[in-house]
């Protein structure tokens, strides 16, 4: 089975920290994502990543980037942490951008900034 | 930007009952998906419908495409305890487009 491992399930922060979220997956996938969910709003797209050192903004990048160095991992950075950057955050992967893309999710990384 | 509209957001209901969620745009889409995420957890795919009209079964969970490939609904015969958990759908634009858009969920209780 494919397994996509976040590498916490829980985070506290102050405002104005640097946050990295991390994310690896064993299956050899092409594309990775980040995504927030929080109560209301469903799951929006942050990043996203096709190859190796390659992103694209997904829908609401601001505040956020990230780094794909190598193709298992993919991490997401909050530059300076903020109150509204409390949330669910979700990593994914899939195999390749054909069609039919079935994402594989890790069990998510809760952030609270204090 | 494509939208995806789902209802209820939120449905209660006792075992045994069945129930029906619905998944709807005013955009096409090459495919649609339907997943369900557990407390705690990340989403899991349950299946991707393809074709316009489409029905497929997953024991007692039967999905239905549209036939303009706009809409879709989960339908879940005798509910279970085990089918608690947030139900999303999630389309495939297409046309070169690979990112999926999401609803909002539909969070199901299903009471013992």
């Known amino acids: 089975d494919v397994k996509v491992t976040q590498s916490s399930r829980y985070l506290v922060k102050r405002t104005g920290e640097k946050v990295f979220l991390e994310c690896v997956q064993d299956?050899?996938?092409?594309?990775m994502f980040w995504y927030r969910q929080d109560p209301g709003l469903g799951l929006r797209l942050i990043y996203f990543?096709?190859?190796?050192?390659?992103?694209e903004k997904g829908d609401i990048p601001e505040g956020y980037s990230v780094s794909r160095e190598k193709k298992e991992r993919f991490s997401l950075i909050l530059e300076s942490a903020s109150t509204n950057q409390t949330s669910m955050y979700l990593c994914a992967s899939s195999f390749d951008g054909v069609t039919n893309e079935k994402l594989f999710f890790g069990s998510g990384t809760q952030l609270s900034v204090l | 930007t494509q939208l995806l509209e789902q209802s209820p957001q939120f449905l209660s209901i006792q075992e045994g009952e069945n129930l029906t969620v619905y998944c709807n745009s005013s955009?096409?889409?090459?495919?649609l998906q339907w997943y369900r995420q557990e407390p705690g957890e990340g989403p899991v795919l349950l299946v991707t419908?393809?074709?316009?009209?489409e029905v497929k079964k997953l024991k007692r969970l039967t999905f239905q495409f549209g036939d303009a490939r706009k809409d879709s609904s989960l339908h879940i015969t005798a509910a279970q305890p085990g089918d608690t958990g947030l139900y999303l759908c999630?389309?495939?634009?297409?046309?070169?487009?690979?990112?999926?858009?999401f609803g909002k969920g539909t969070k199901l209780s299903v009471i013992p």
């Open positions: 419908v393809v074709t316009g009209g």
């Open positions: 299956m050899d996938h092409e594309n």
């Open positions: 990543s096709y190859d190796v050192k390659m992103k």
């Open positions: 999630a389309g495939e634009p297409g046309a070169g487009s690979y990112q999926l858009t």
């Open positions: 955009s096409v889409f090459s495919s």
